[in-house]
């Protein structure tokens, strides 16, 4: 099967296996797993921020950030499609307290002058208190797209005119930076906190990194532990995410080459609409006009190639390290098979 349904289907591969198996452990509890504070380090450095924290999972990463931010009964103000509101399980309001004021961007990006509308007045008692702007890069529901670096600037300038907090849903920071030439350490200079996955399209099997201000990570320590992800001898898999980034991040390229790849071979199928400015990393988004969505993917399955929905009438498709130009070229064939019989 040529699986396209999401970056995060990839498996370990054997030198990364083996990285795992000869890793140093210890107690991270403790802070005593060599393996994990190096990798902390590292990312640190990296991202220069004064200090990092390994997490299991990205919802993880994200709501410790929140959490270390805010105070039950804030607000965050997001895209109405970030991943933080639509596919964390309702976990700010039900970890944090945190309510959402959601803005209807442009292909995942919101403006400062709209989030400066939504921002509620300080003088306002009755209402939640504005305290967190949340921008993702890259924007999962519209397609991968990049958050423009100048509107990042506008949205800290404001953040500071009004004492707020700025955080970074980076899940797929790695693919923004390589897409825009931008490093991974200036996105992060404009932001509080950042999230970071590297178990999407840098092919490790488990794990994030959030990235702050080391009173924040403190915080972040406090909560991690509260809720179940204190983890111990986890050098095993910090292992991999060490090895993820220093073999993987460069090679992110190829990914978004095969996903250009893909929508220009989908461009030329009768019955697909794709719009190929807004494939700028990895993801896909793809509307059949003769088919419902549902068909598409099943059709396809039945032919060796499994596909996701990404939205209303859309059907979505993400390269990763496991997908080569060859599968995109069946891939291809397999689409106009099943648009064309």
């Keep these: ?61 994200n709501q410790l950030c929140l959490n270390a931010l805010t105070q039950p009964g804030d607000e965050v103000i997001c895209e109405k499609n970030a991943h933080i509101f639509q596919y964390e399980s309702g976990s700010p309001a039900m970890l944090s307290g945190l309510s959402m004021n959601l803005i209807e961007g442009e292909n995942g990006v919101i403006t400062p002058t709209q989030v400066e509308q939504a921002i509620r007045p300080t003088s306002a008692y009755y209402m939640p208190r504005t305290r967190v702007i949340e921008i993702e890069n890259t924007h999962n529901v519209a397609g991968g797209v990049v958050h423009p670096i100048e509107n990042i600037k506008a949205l800290r300038t404001l953040a500071d005119k009004h004492n707020l907090k700025l955080h970074l849903d980076g899940a797929r920071l790695w693919n923004a930076s390589i897409a825009s030439g931008i490093s991974v350490a200036e996105y992060s200079s404009y932001f509080d906190t950042v999230s970071v996955c590297l178990s999407k399209g840098l092919g490790a099997p488990v794990g994030s990194v959030i990235l702050g201000e080391k009173g924040i990570i403190e915080e972040a320590f406090r909560m991690r532990k509260a809720w179940g992800g204190g983890m111990r001898q986890i050098g095993i898999i910090a292992a991999a995410g060490l090895f993820a980034i220093e073999n993987n991040f460069n090679r992110l390229e190829k990914d978004h080459e095969n996903a250009k790849m893909l929508a220009n071979g989908l461009s030329q199928i009768e019955g697909v609409e794709v719009d190929l400015s807004l494939v700028q990393t990895n993801i896909l988004m793809f509307k059949p006009t003769k088919m419902d969505v549902e068909s598409v993917i099943a059709k396809s399955k ?7 929905a990404g939205g209303l009438g859309v059907v979505r498709a993400v390269t990763h390290l496991d997908i080569s130009s060859d599968d995109i070229n069946k891939a291809i064939q397999i689409l106009s098979e099943v648009f064309n019989g």
């Excluded at 296996?17 to 190096?38: C, L």
């Design 1 to 61: 099967m040529i699986d396209l349904r999401s970056d995060t289907v990839t498996k370990p591969s054997l030198e990364m296996r083996k990285v795992m198996a000869n890793a140093e452990v210890g107690d991270d509890v403790y802070k005593e797993d060599p393996t994990t504070n190096r990798l902390q380090k590292y990312c640190a450095e990296l991202f220069e921020k004064e200090d990092a924290l390994y997490v299991p999972s990205g919802v993880m990463g």
């Design 302 to 308: 039945e032919k060796g190639l499994l596909l996701g």
